[in-house]
């Protein structure tokens, strides 16, 4: 279970997030929707630990474990993901390559056996396959030169990959035409589970048609500001965000 | 011999000339004419340039005549017996391994015991020891020796000329091509602190192709002062793929220079491979003399601690319709500095040149120094020619991105450093020795990402 109590998160002496509150029990999907500026991203951030994200007071949890105190590469191990809404190119890496420290440093960091290298190409090439990610992809420079659906299925496939048991989506329909939220969608749908949580987080509804949320959370101005059921989201498509402080287009 | 009257600044630009005074009468090819002609003049030369300084432009961030503060005694070849054990410690397993024709140069002495003449005359190519040519030169040597875009004015190719006392010729005849590298390996720094002084003939003829590494490397703590010159020329439609490879002692002063002319249609690809040696400085002195041809030019240097490592070009486009590429990449951790000086000049009438450098560096700590001058002298009208540098920090947006992925800080960042230079390693043609070189690189980081 995720628990986040009173979390104020300040980024460049900006107050962003200011006394978020939630909670998302193993099994469940939930989405965070809500304006832009509403602290979506920095939620995402926080989670996975980036620098520059400093908690002021508050406590985020994570299957009892305080998620605070471990550094990116630790959270990881400890299972957390982030999908994120823009993924990095790194050129000179080759996607194998960094797939394989990835998950060869995770499985280490969790007293794991490391894959074979026959093991490890077969467990990729599946997944890939299933995400329709061409082969020649994973040869190429890690992201570079990949296009927006390309970047977003790699995420996916990075999920997959380190079995992670709470998952970080942040605005993953973002740049994605819909044969390719499709996919994406589908890949996350099967990671699924009892043991794995999910926190989706979207300003549009339309990504919640196809990876339907136990529950919907409204940010706003660093808090939740409402919760329902995934009908909550199908409402905001109808009336926008107005009633939480943006201004309707 | 009479010498020109100069004022020498310090001690030890007036040694340098004591040593080749005391020297010349045992040094290789002494009472031969054509010998003591070529260092006659050498020393002149020298001897009116003095000891390069910081207000000599091309050596505005390597200060010679401060930073060598004596002239150590000339290296006397032992014989002292190296093992295969020790070769593989100083160079690596890897580049010790590597499937080549050996040539091992110890205190400047081709050895003849730990090289493999042999093989390598059996495989064509015809080879011979600089100390004995310059007793009895083959004509072809004699005919080149000295003279390959010969850089009269660099006072460190002067000095080498009239102090050489080894190295090795090597010449490919018309057509001929080896059926694997060739490694010249220089090895020192195990016995007496000296000066090695080195010069290597290398020349391809028409149609021929070689793939030759260079490597320099340490046998001990020893301080030397290395100051080697490779001439190499190019023939028509012949190909060179050249590497070098230095990892000398924290103590070693090295300075190298190739000098070389690419004739018409002709290939040259180099890449120099650098993380050794207190002061080093790598020089470069390219001339295309026949059209059509091209050069590539790329490097790495992994600096720390207060190492200085210099990287200085110099590539004359004298015809029309060559083309140049050169790529440098400088990874500067603690107090090191690294320098880079690409210089390329287009004399008037070599039209459609095309002339491209850039160097870039990644600097790990806030007191690491890189200095970067490209310099573009450009006296044609139809060229296409840039250059561009750069200098950084680690992306810390990169390094969030994979420490998420569960990779730790440290590995993270190696990955990052060795991805930065992973673009100029990846330039190397010769698979076995790109793959030794990634390793190695990954061994100054200090992981392994097998």
Redesign the interface.
Known sequence: MLEIKNLHVTVDGRDILKGLDLTLPAGQVHAIMGPNGSGKSTLAYVL????GYDVTAGSVTWKGQDLLAL???E???AGV??A?QY??E????ATM??LR??AN??RK?RGEPELSTPDFLRFVREKAAALKIDPEMLRR?LNVGFSGGEKKRNEIL?MSL?DPSLCVLDETDSGLDIDALRIVAEGVNALRGPDRAMLVITHYQRLLDYIVPDRVHVLSDGRVARSGGPELALELEQTGYAEFGEAAA | MELPVKQFQTRAEQAFVDLFTAAEQGLPGAGNPWVADLRAKAIDAYATLGLPHRRVEAWKYTDLRSKLTEALPLARPTGVAVSEAEIAHAFGADIAGLEAYRLVIVEGELRTDLSDLAGLKAAGAEVVSIAEALQKPPRWLKDELGKINSQERDPVVALNLALMSGGVGLRLAKGVSLDKPVHVMHLDGGSEPSSVITRSVVLIEEGASLDLLESYASLGDTEIQRNAVTEIEVGPKASLNHVKLQKESGTAVHLVSWVLKLDADANYKAFQFSTGAALSRSQIYAAFTGEGSSLDVSGALLMRGHQHCDTTLLVEHRVPRCVSRELFKAVLDNEARGVFQGKIIVSPGAQKTDGKQMAQALLLSETAEFDSKPELEIFADDVVCGHGSTSGQID???L??????????V??RA??I??????AVERIEHEPLREALSKASAEWLGVS?D
């Open positions: 996975a630990g980036k620098e550094d990116p590469s959270r990881a191990a993901f982030l994120f993924p990095m790194i050129p000179g890496v390559t960094f420290a990835a440093a995770v960091a420079p990075q380190l | 810390e947006d990169l969030f991105y994979l420490e998420s992925r569960g990779i730790p800080g590995q993270a990955l990052l060795q991805a930065f230079v992973g673009e990402f």
